[in-house]
């Protein structure tokens, strides 16, 4: 990395760069706000409004034809719970019901139990064709693809579209969907309750997809479709497979994500070999 001296100021373009990337989506005042002491007065407001409302009403008892009656107290504003696994095993249950992609889409625009979906802009549900013989699961939406509300669109869905181009696919011979629809905040890491709220979702869409192969981009979703506590790095290369919940069995090639290749560009040789793989598995059934 270039060093920055005194005489020379800050790229403020590669600054913004960063913030975007990083999530920053508002700009920040120069002083420190006290959030401690905007929560105390916001929890002690229904309490002030209270009294206030007893002095009212007592000074006006004793006044003739006064109404007695005190207002009800003001109602608390709703504070979000955190995702366990009631939330979880509510998820399972919607998924169950969807009959088909459109059905489950439904579903999880309206499901509010996972607290991702309260700071995301927009839901990401899928791109491609669903009736493709390759699905392509990653992690999560980051802020390119929660704007947009479609998968892989910033310069990680840049890089994907070349490597589909390379073994002579494209978004319109290929299904691509994430395991969390929901951006996390500022890109980080969703939780293990996050994920497992979400899961139900994936897997229902993965079996009303029927896909004839998956390709896991990431260590996250491969360790979840698989079933293994193994990096990527030995996950990725060698074929595993993901059982639907009626027992169909999808052969999945863990590979490297988009994302990680754009900061370790020698290792997409990896990847590479990954496609290769899921091509020939394409052609051994039929589907190129």
Known sequence: MASISGNEPPDLRDLLAFYAAAGVDDALVDDPIDRFAENAQRQAAPARQAAQTVQAGEGSASRPGADRSAPPPPQRPAI???????QAAAARELASKAATLDELKQIMAGFDG????????SMVFADGNPEADLMLVGEAPGRDEDLEGLPFVGRSGQLLDRILAAIG???????????????????????????????????????LARPKVLVTLGGPSAKLLVGSQDGILRLRGSWKSHVTADGTVIPVMPTLHPAYLLRNPAHKKLAWRDFLEAKAKLRELGSL
């Open 114 to 121: 996972c607290n991702l979906k309260a700071t995301a802009k």
């Open 80 to 86: 979000a719970t955190v995702p366990d696994e009631v």
């Open 169 to 207: 696919l494209d978004r319109k011979s290929a299904y691509i969907a994430n395991v969390i629809p929901w951006r996390p905040p500022g890109n980080r890491t969703p939780t293990p309750h996050e994920t497992e709220i979400c899961r139900p979702f994936v897997e229902r869409q993965i079996a």
